[in-house]
């Protein structure tokens, strides 16, 4: 099937990128706002953008009339932000978070979530997590013509990892039990893992 993206409305277009770029990990970011309000609120719009300056990106969707949503702005206002990495242990509390919750009701009080600090921003970690990335804001991409989408790209300054999950330098996914979203309501844990050694150039032939 040929689909010509002028001819289809945006939320066929949202179907389509939703369920063939999977699956998607999941940012459940803690901001907070110039009132102290501390909100907690799940993206799959998330991924690494830089090694070096160590950076991720999360891409926060406006609401109608170009609105930005709470975390967008908790971000713009105080430039710093907390990703809480997701697995099969706290998906629930992170899916609750996910409901549109009033700018003046924080969820992590409301859902009585437990926190921790940061160490090198204001912003406090989720205690159901046990990995998280401590960020600075480094640039937000305004994305649209009227605007629909806040690319926000942090800068890493500090990262926490229960010791449970790191071992020998590396991250022990099968402790670690990350969880992806996937379209609709679907998400989905790590299955069946298997190697590919990056190949080198040039490469052998079929005969070697």
């Known amino acids: 099937m040929e689909i010509a ?7 066929e277009k949202y179907k389509l990128l ?3 770029i999977v699956p998607r990990p999941i940012a459940w970011v803690t901001s907070l706002s110039g009132d102290g309000v501390l909100n907690a609120a799940p993206f799959s719009y998330f991924n690494v953008a830089s090694i070096e300056p160590m950076m991720v990106s999360i ?3 406006r609401k109608p009339g170009s609105v ?3 975390t967008a702005r908790n971000i713009l206002e105080s430039k710093e932000f907390v990703v809480n990495m997701v697995d099969i242990y706290n998906v629930d509390n992170v899916n609750e978070t996910s409901a549109d919750f009033p700018p003046e009701i924080g969820e992590v009080d409301a859902l009585q979530l437990a926190t921790t600090p940061g160490r090198m921003v204001r ?6 997590s046990r990995i998280h990335f401590e960020c600075k804001l480094h640039q937000i991409v305004e994305l649209g013509d009227p605007v629909t989408s806040d690319l ?9 990892v229960d010791d449970s999950l790191y071992q020998s ?6 402790a670690f039990s990350p969880v992806s979203r996937l379209a609709g309501h679907s998400y989905a844990k790590i299955g069946e893992i298997f190697d590919r050694p990056r190949p080198v150039y040039p490469p052998k ?4």
Not at 5 to 11: D, G, H, L, Y
Not at 123 to 128: E, G, M
Not at 169 to 174: F, H, V
């Open 5 to 11: 993206i002028s001819a289809i409305e945006r939320q």
């Open 18 to 20: 939703i369920g063939c």
């Open 59 to 61: 891409a926060v969707m």
């Open 68 to 70: 930005r949503k709470d």
């Open 123 to 128: 912003t406090p970690r989720l205690a159901d």
């Open 152 to 160: 926000i790209i942090g800068e890493v300054v500090h990262v926490q």
């Open 169 to 174: 330098g590396r991250i022990d996914i099968a």
């Open 205 to 208: 032939s079929k005969e070697e």
